[in-house]
């Protein structure tokens, strides 16, 4: 098997839906002329592309991707829900990395509603309800909307097993806002007080308005190369190594007897996702000095830390005690582009902006939020019903 890069990457400015002009096929297309532009190649040179979104028809993805050329290639379109854009780079990387194709491009977009997430077709069985089925057997249902209430319960129970206080997920909400002021793709840019942050409308204990994802419109795009397409298009300075990667579903310790409301949002799926992407990198956690991090919720970046092993489990609020995850800190910046929180959440494009941002921290390339000597970078996105995906990526050799 060979080593695969990503040779190019770009994205739009994710902003609140309706009020981006264009739409999808138009972001899909901005993001993916940036990331051909940034590679130096011509579309011509994509063999295979996958298209991730959440919300749309059946071939969006040919729609958005038409906007490039048309040129016949496979055109495959990807759905993993939060974790999707993510999915469609994991899926690139493999056509890749087996030796399918020597280019590939993966492309992630949404156009979403405002407000809350919700099911969109009540005639079938949903897709959480497994999900759903086992947090109400340990916790009353609420008023809340479905995914805080998920992601709060995992933070409260954190909380009554370890120790945990709503202030060290304000302090993560605050962290993540202040980051995103220098990143121009971010939907919100604004620096907040830890006060602003508590006293901001509650939506689920622990979880206040500005410890919460918004629904965003945009788009993000990543080009993966194999060592000879490198090779022969003299891309080596810009190329950045995927070393490891891992895409992991639910497993029985979601839903067992001894399963919480931490499990039922995914720590199991992220750390094993972890172990898998460390092992294939030959690196561990303490090799890593940029984390983007899927922070959909407060609570979710700080259960992650112990997931992704930058804590023992039970401790991630320690991190958040040494102020260790924001620059000048002791552990990894996580999240240096302002993270869901505040760069945004368009579903489908999430993770390849995650992909954007931890390469251009490896090429030195992240203007004022640039972490310094940054010679690993990890991405972690996550969608529930479920599936996590751990990248890890580093300069090429």
């Known amino acids: 098997m060979s080593k695969t890069y990503v040779i190019g990457v770009g994205m739009t400015k994710f902003d609140k839906p309706g009020t981006k002009e264009g739409d999808y096929p138009d972001w899909a297309k901005e993001a993916g002329e940036k990331a051909l532009k940034d590679a130096g190649i011509p579309y011509g040179e994509i063999e295979q592309a996958y298209a991730g979104y959440v919300y749309g028809d059946s071939t969006y993805g040919q729609r958005a991707i038409y906007e490039l050329g048309l040129t ?3 055109v495959i379109n990807v759905n993993n829900n939060c974790s999707t854009g993510s999915s469609a780079l994991f899926l690139a990387r493999q056509a890749v990395k087996g030796g399918l194709v020597d280019c590939a491009l993966a492309v992630g977009f949404e156009k979403m509603e405002r407000g809350s997430l919700g099911m969109k077709y009540t005639d079938r069985t949903p897709a959480l309800d497994k999900h759903m089925a086992k947090m109400f057997a340990l916790r009353d249902p609420e008023a809340s909307p479905f995914a805080p209430q998920m992601f709060g319960n995992a933070g409260r129970d954190h909380m009554q097993k370890y120790g945990s206080k709503p ?7 605050w962290k993540n806002h202040k980051h995103s002021v220098n990143n121009p793709y971010a939907q919100f840019q604004d620096e907040y ?35 000879r397409f490198v090779e022969k298009h003299g891309l080596w300075d810009q190329a950045i190594e995927i070393a490891g990667q891992a895409l992991v579903t639910d497993l029985p310790s979601t839903f067992d007897d001894e399963a919480d409301c931490i499990k039922i949002v995914g720590y199991d799926m992220s750390k094993q996702a972890a172990e898998k992407a460390y092992e294939e990198a030959g690196v561990g956690p303490e090799d890593v000095q940029v984390v983007e991090l899927h922070d959909c919720f407060s609570a979710n970046e700080l259960i992650t830390y ?15 005690d040494k102020q260790a995850t924001t620059y000048g800190g002791d552990g990894p910046v996580v999240n240096p582009s302002g993270g869901l929180i505040s760069k945004g959440h368009p579903l489908g494009a999430t993770g390849l902006a995650q992909c954007s941002e931890c390469c251009w921290q490896l090429r030195g390339q992240a203007d004022k939020r640039q972490v310094e000597g940054v010679k690993v970078a990890l991405q972690h996105n996550i969608g529930l019903g479920g599936a996590a995906v751990v990248s890890i990526y580093r300069k090429a050799a």
């Open 72 to 74: 016949g290639i496979p």
């Open 306 to 320: 112990e997931a992704l092993g930058l804590a023992p489990e039970g401790e991630g609020h320690k991190l958040v």
């Open 167 to 173: 202030e060290h997920y304000v302090w993560i909400g």
């Open 193 to 227: 007080t830890l006060e602003d942050i508590a006293n901001a409308p509650m939506i689920h204990e622990p979880l206040t308005k500005l410890q919460c994802s918004p629904t965003s419109d945009g788009a993000g795009a990543a080009i993966v190369a194999s060592e």
